[in-house]
């Protein structure tokens, strides 16, 4: 973001032109349709009656699926709640400032804030000067204050009208080197810890549809998976999605797979396409626990999958699988960066196993992640319905998933280049169109 410096000085502008007449008309049936997604949102408010009305709107069913956070302070409120806390997937800032203070306070919002975040502002200013600079500035949309209940539902669901476009979840997959390495657990547990870090929705996907174990650990009773309701593409929708998810913790929303061991037909290659469709519409983030099992379907959900991470044990077998799925995913994916390689149940055999520096050598890539095998506190949690994470957060694989989790949301937010810094946001000029 330019420097408040170079931005143009409001008192200059000697007949402002006026922004959005329209700003007050009511909006109509068409600009009220629609459902807000599964995110978290952060509402701080300089007066009193711009609170009440956002609210309400919060409040309202179009939101259900929000989970809300509101404070009064305004723009420096939300840049002390920023520096601290996870950044909400939403933003919404009303300000008494005068224009030249939004946008220095937006530039301190942009050291703090992540990249992912809408930013709505709602101001005092009428200046159509203000509002490109501010829009320049990575924010989503700028609103003449006062806004009204229904005025604030519709710009809201403006910024999440669905369409191809508007996809807005990162799909990350944990694959399994073959059976037992832990790859569901670690899905499992991955997706709860960052659920935890957000402070926001995070969809856990066991598409393992005949042997899903994730509602068993996580002692949920599903009334029928996925498997039996959407193998066809045409009756899935939302609603379906929406029924078939068990809510696990505060953000944790789990699809689980059957459960049931009688066969079940395979999916077709579109229903998954849709079903992952619909999940990163309606999630910030989507984690899939895939099967380790070679199949069209597979291929059709590897296809939209933004972050790979394969899981492997300290074994011969995992180390030939490993290496065949990494050369597979280097062919079919030649522009992105490769899988993440996590070595699990290190130590499991003293005897037999193979060495992690052994088994980076063989595979000629860097095991960020090593998690021990700790057979007490694995076997603990799933006796208890609960995740290691949550039961035993200090211990050493809990802290080990932890740094996984925020590894994996720090390759996000930078695109895969690593350094998941906030503040990357109002220097990403293709964020400007919200
Ligand atoms: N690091 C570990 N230490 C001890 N047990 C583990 C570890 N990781 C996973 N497990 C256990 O291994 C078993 C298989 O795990 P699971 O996640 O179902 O494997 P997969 O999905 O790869 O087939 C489970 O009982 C799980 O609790
Ligand atoms: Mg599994």
Redesign the pocket.
């Known amino acids: 973001m330019t420097q408040p410096a170079k931005m143009p000085k409001m008192e200059n502008a000697s007949a402002p032109l006026m922004l959005r007449s329209e700003a007050r008309i009511t909006p109509g049936e068409a600009g009220l349709s629609g459902r807000i997604p599964h995110i978290s949102a952060g509402v701080f408010c300089d007066t009193p009656a711009a609170e009440h009305a956002l609210r309400d709107a919060l409040q309202d069913r179009r939101m259900s699926r929000v989970t809300p956070r509101i404070a009064a302070g305004g723009i420096a409120a939300a840049i002390a709640f920023c520096a601290k806390e996870p950044t909400p997937d939403l933003l919404i800032l009303e300000t008494t400032a005068t224009g030249d203070e939004i946008l220095a306070g937006l530039n301190r919002l942009s050291d703090v804030c992540d990249p992912d975040t809408k930013v709505v502002v709602i101001g005092r200013p009428n200046d159509i000067a203000l509002y490109r600079a501010i829009l320049a500035s990575g924010v989503s949309d700028y609103l003449v204050a006062p806004v009204d209940t229904l005025f604030a539902i519709a710009a809201i669901l403006r910024l999440y009208a669905s369409g191809p476009a508007k996809r807005m979840g990162r799909v990350c997959a944990f694959l399994?080197a073959k059976?037992?390495?832990?790859?569901?657990?670690?899905a499992q547990n991955v997706a709860w810890r960052m659920g935890q870090d957000r402070r926001g929705p995070v969809m856990l996907a066991d598409l393992?549809l005949q042997f899903g174990?994730a509602a068993l650990n996580l002692n949920l009773v599903p009334s029928a998976g996925f498997a039996e309701q959407a193998t066809d593409p045409d009756r899935l929708d939302q609603a379906l999605l929406e029924r078939a998810l068990m809510l696990k913790g505060a953000y944790l929303h789990v699809l689980p797979a059957s459960g049931r061991m009688q066969e079940i037909a395979a999916p077709s290659p579109a229903a998954v396409e849709k079903l992952l469709d619909l999940a990163r519409q309606t999630f910030p983030v989507v984690v899939l626990?895939l099967p380790h099992l070679q199949s069209s379907w597979m291929r059709a959900a590897l296809a939209v999958v933004d972050d790979l991470v394969i899981?492997a044990g300290p074994d011969l077998a995992s180390l030939r699988n490993a290496k065949c799925l990494l050369d597979i995913f280097r062919a079919a994916r030649p522009n992105d960066t490769l899988p993440r390689l996590v070595l699990?149940?290190v130590g499991i055999s003293k005897r037999a196993g193979v060495s992690p520096a052994d088994f980076a050598q063989g595979l000629e890539v860097e095991v960020k992640t090593r998690?021990?095998?700790?057979?007490q506190i694995?076997?603990k949690a799933?006796g208890e319905g609960r995740l290691i994470t949550e039961m035993a957060p200090r211990a050493g694989?809990s802290r080990a998933i932890a740094r996984l989790a925020k590894d994996i949301t720090a390759d996000r937010a930078l695109g895969g280049a690593g350094a998941g810094k906030k503040g990357a946001w109002f220097r990403m000029p293709w964020h400007a169109a919200g």
């Open positions: 399994g059976g037992g390495v832990g790859t569901s657990t670690l393992d174990t626990d899981v699990n149940q998690i021990a095998f700790d057979p694995f076997a799933a694989p």
